[in-house]
Nanobody, 120 residues
Framework: QVQLVESGGGLVQAGGSLRLSCAASGSIFAINAMGWHRQAPGKQRELVADITSSSSTNYADSVKGRFTISRDNAKNTVYLQMNSLKPEDTAVYYC??????????????WGQGTQVTVSS
């Protein structure tokens, strides 16, 4: 199986920055896309950004120009640099990946989530 461990969440004032990290571990055979979703209270989970194994990126319109996703394939790690944070960015941020383990076929995996709170 594949495990995802996130770090880097916290409390920040509006206009500030945070950097989230997510490392994949376990019996990994291959990793395809990696990304971040978020879920605010009372709202559905939504895509924030994702990045393919060849580093093609995709962003939600609400974060374009403020957030940057990147990955280190050697470390099986994905990052989300969040700048110019707004109160509406407050949510639990979940790391996700599409990966193949030595024991199973391609599947989507999720991290446990990390809280990001932006105060006004």
């Amino acid at each position: 199986q594949v495990q995802l461990v996130e770090s880097g969440g916290g409390l920040v004032q509006a206009g500030g920055s945070l950097r989230l990290s997510c490392a994949a571990s376990g019996s990994i055979f291959a990793i395809n896309a990696m990304g971040w979703h978020r879920q605010a209270p009372g709202k559905q989970r939504e895509l924030v950004a994702d990045i393919t194994s060849s580093s093609s990126t995709n962003y939600a319109d609400s974060v374009k120009g403020r957030f940057t996703i990147s990955r280190d394939n050697a470390k099986n790690t994905v990052y989300l640099q969040m700048n110019s944070l707004k109160p509406e960015d407050t949510a639990v941020y979940y790391c996700t990946t599409i990966a193949k383990s030595h024991l199973s076929s391609w599947s989507r995996y999720w991290g446990q989530g990390t809280q990001v709170t932006v105060s006004s």
